[in-house]
């Protein structure tokens, strides 16, 4: 069965007014119950759903006919949105984290890196401001340089550091 692209508002669920005419004060509903949804983009006010219905089927309140070709390209934008939300909540996240001491040492206890750690720390080419943070540091962030060059050194990706930190956080200080 062939398509037609479209994009369409949800729906009043009591008296079918489109969301870009008025809001939804009886909860929203879809424009048609064949409209298959690709994505909704929530960055538009109201949110504008993408999608396709059957090609025989005529156009709904608040739906309007689109390109296969634009079809893609919102989707492609509101894909491209997501991502970038996410690295955005990844980079909040991650400077969020700053674990005590005795948890972060015990996250590398766990996960199998304090020995090689401590073995860092004890090599005099390690620049000695790492060296004091090591050995002098309460809490250590997860953006800080002395955690940058313990990754770089255990060749360590951005996602294992991350579990190091989910670690330290599930751990009880002592």
């Known amino acids: 069965m062939s398509r037609k692209y479209v994009t369409a508002y949800y729906l009043d669920a009591r008296d079918g007014r489109p969301a870009n005419e008025a809001p939804p004060r009886h909860g929203p509903i879809k424009p048609s119950e064949n409209l298959e949804v690709s994505a909704v983009d929530r960055r538009e006010s109201p949110p504008v759903i993408?999608?396709?219905?059957?090609?025989?089927?005529?156009?709904?309140?608040?739906?309007?006919?689109?390109?296969?070709?634009?079809?893609?390209?919102?989707?492609?934008?509101?894909?491209?949105?997501?991502?970038?939300?996410?690295?955005?909540?990844?980079e909040k996240w991650?400077?969020?984290?700053?674990?005590?001491?005795?948890?972060?040492?015990?996250?590398l206890d766990v996960a199998g890196y304090l020995d090689q750690v401590e073995t860092m720390m004890a090599d005099p080419e390690t620049p000695r401001v790492h060296r004091l943070a090591f050995e002098k540091a309460q809490t250590f962030r997860r953006l800080?340089?002395?955690?940058?060059?313990?990754?770089?050194?255990?060749?360590?990706?951005?996602?294992?550091?991350?579990?190091?930190?989910?670690?330290?956080?599930?751990?009880?200080?002592?």
């Open 50 to 90: 993408i999608g396709s219905i059957p090609s025989s089927e005529s156009l709904a309140a608040g739906m309007a006919l689109i390109e296969k070709a634009d079809h893609d390209n919102m989707l492609a934008s509101v894909d491209a949105w997501k991502i970038d939300n996410e690295l955005r909540d990844l």
């Open 94 to 107: 991650r400077e969020a984290q700053e674990p005590s001491a005795f948890r972060a040492f015990a996250a």
């Open 144 to 174: 800080s340089p002395t955690v940058a060059a313990w990754q770089e050194k255990l060749a360590m990706t951005d996602a294992e550091m991350d579990e190091l930190f989910v670690i330290a956080a599930e751990l009880p200080d002592a």
